[in-house]
């Protein structure tokens, strides 16, 4: 008798002692990233600035963007994203190339990211860019340390 009273003793303490426990939720998952502006295969402009802005979800708080952009000339993939109707295949000779990174408030778990980015008019002085078909690659990390990557494709021309 005495040993099915300590047996239930433990259960008991056990029982309270784990449902004073908060739950925290480990489930991986990634942030969720929506991009509003520009629309995939947007033209923008050397010289001129536009918007970008990004839909950025997550269940446990955000964390950073980062991206890059680079030249598409030779029509490769990311795998994720829509293509467009690309400009024939051409040899990279003044590509541009840059890339961002951004802090996203950690205690919002939805947030809309709007920056304006202008890409410069010349290399230098007397260079121009290569005009035509680039990518973004966007990466959005989140409090957890969960990233989610997307990018988008765009044409990007002299007027």
């Known amino acids: ?5 300590k047996i239930l003793s433990i259960i008991i303490i056990a ?3 784990t449902a004073c426990i908060e739950k925290k939720d480990t ?16 033209t923008l ?9 990004v839909k950025i979800t997550d269940n446990t708080g955000l964390g950073n963007i980062s991206m890059d952009l680079h030249n ?12 467009c109707t690309y400009d024939p295949t051409k ?5 541009f190339s840059a890339d961002w990174m951004f802090s996203l408030p950690s205690e919002k778990k939805q947030y809309v990211f709007d920056t ?3 890409f410069p008019l010349k290399k230098n002085d007397t260079t121009n860019f290569d005009f035509g078909d680039y990518h973004f690659h ?7 340390g969960y990233q989610a990557f997307t990018s988008l494709d765009v044409k990007i021309l002299y007027r």
């Not at 998952?29 to 509003?36: L, N, R, T």
């Not at 598409?72 to 293509?83: A, K």
């Not at 040899?91 to 590509?95: F, K, L, S, Y």
């Open 116 to 118: 304006l980015i202008a």
């Open 15 to 17: 029982y309270f002692t």
């Open 45 to 53: 402009y050397f010289g001129e600035s536009f918007k970008l802005s």
């Open 91 to 95: 040899e990279v000779v003044n590509p």
């Open 72 to 83: 598409n000339f030779g029509h490769h993939n990311h795998g994720n994203h829509e293509t």
């Open 1 to 5: 008798m005495n040993n099915v009273f």
């Open 27 to 42: 489930e991986v998952e990634k942030p969720i990233v929506e991009i509003i502006s520009p629309t995939p295969c947007d």
């Open 138 to 144: 966007m990466y959005v990390t989140d409090n957890d």
